[in-house]
């Protein structure tokens, strides 16, 4: 057939996971910094340095040579670190050769997982507010979120709210913590209470413990360190919080055999491997001891009581986060619906902040709250604080 007897009239069309997925509005507040020239406390991103053996390795890496693909389930001798970690700071033992996978971050990670267990239809439990990438990711894989909102100061959860959910029938349970947005830090107690839902109702559970170490109160506890939920848990880490590399984009994820196989086959043909010099540099990072780790949070919690307490003065209510980088605040002083807040704020404030539209139900037709980083240098903070003085409400 001749290209002129193609009918012109014919409409192409996108495929519905295309057109579920807008864009990020994380990245979104980000762009509000370049239009009105605020102070950027909306995304995820810190802007201070990395630690300078961290940097350093990574040189050396592609120095070495380091430069072509690696072994697609991740460098062994970073797999059996990862191992070492679980072991040591989570009380989980794994296989590094059959359980661990390493991947092109954390986001990687949840698509994989979610990929390996969720068919089109099938209903995952997330709870409100939640962290922005859940829907999409979800779209992408055709699953339902269902969204069981939480409320503040504790976000806790009780029987009664997870019944009718698991009830309805549900494949999957998504948990974050420490939280983003809200710095919550789910309890032992909260997560025991889940695992005994799944158990009896035959759930997967997906947990996203990004923040596992930026920790300010309470212990982290993993869902896969529970008894009897190894088998239906998939946890999803990685490097890029901890130490300060968000652009690395290197995460990994941790399963029962049977999962992993699962998920490595569909990593395989994602995105064959993880960046092969910073794999090696990573086992520099798995080497920094506790002292690193406590340092770290202990420099968090400085800059969250710092920013709180400006929040807190300049009449937002915001909520006190047990863990994560992120201080969740009423947005209702400022404007009735969390974007026109947003807005508001960046554009008479010249600070910037997400709103909270974009860690809930997107049908909802009016959203409250605003979400706020505090992974800044102290000089940024001390700007921004300095720029919400000025404002008055």
Known sequence: MSATAINSSTTLSLSQRATQTKESQIREASRYCAQFGAINLAQGLP?????????????????????????????????VAIAAKLQRDNGIAVDPDTQVTVCCGATEGLNIALMSIIDPGDRVLIFEPFYENYIPNLATVGGI????????????????????????????????????????????????????????????????????????????????????????????????????????????TVASEALTAAMRRIHDFLTICAPAPLQQAALVALSFGRDYYIQMAADYKRKRDLLYSALEA????????????????????????????????AQEAKVAAVPGNCFSNPKRQHVNGLRFCFAKKDSTLAAAIAQMQKFRL
């Not at 009449?315 to 009735?336: C, M």
């Open 314 to 345: 300049m009449g937002l209510s915001p909520v006190l986060p047990r863990g994560a980088y992120y201080i969740w605040t009423d947005s209702s002083a400022l404007a009735e619906d969390a974007d026109r807040a947003a807005f508001r704020l």
């Open 145 to 252: 979120p269902e969204m069981l909102v939480l409320q503040p100061p504790q976000w806790e959860i009780t029987a009664e709210m997870l019944e009718p959910y698991f009830q309805k029938g549900l494949k999957a349970v998504i948990v974050n913590t420490p939280a983003n947005p809200t710095g919550k830090v789910w309890t032992r107690a909260e997560l025991e209470l889940l695992a005994t839902f799944c158990d009896r109702y035959g759930v997967y559970v997906i947990t996203d413990e990004i923040y596992e170490y930026i920790l300010y109160e309470g212990e982290h506890v993993s869902m896969f360190s529970l008894p009897g939920m190894a088998e239906r848990t998939i946890v999803v880490n990685g490097f890029s919080k901890t130490f300060c590399v968000t652009g690395w984009r290197l995460g990994y």
């Open 47 to 79: 802007d201070f340095a990395a630690p300078e053996a961290l940097k350093q390795a990574a040189q050396d890496a592609i120095a070495a040579d380091i430069n072509q693909y690696a072994d697609t389930w991740g460098l062994e001798a970073l797999r």
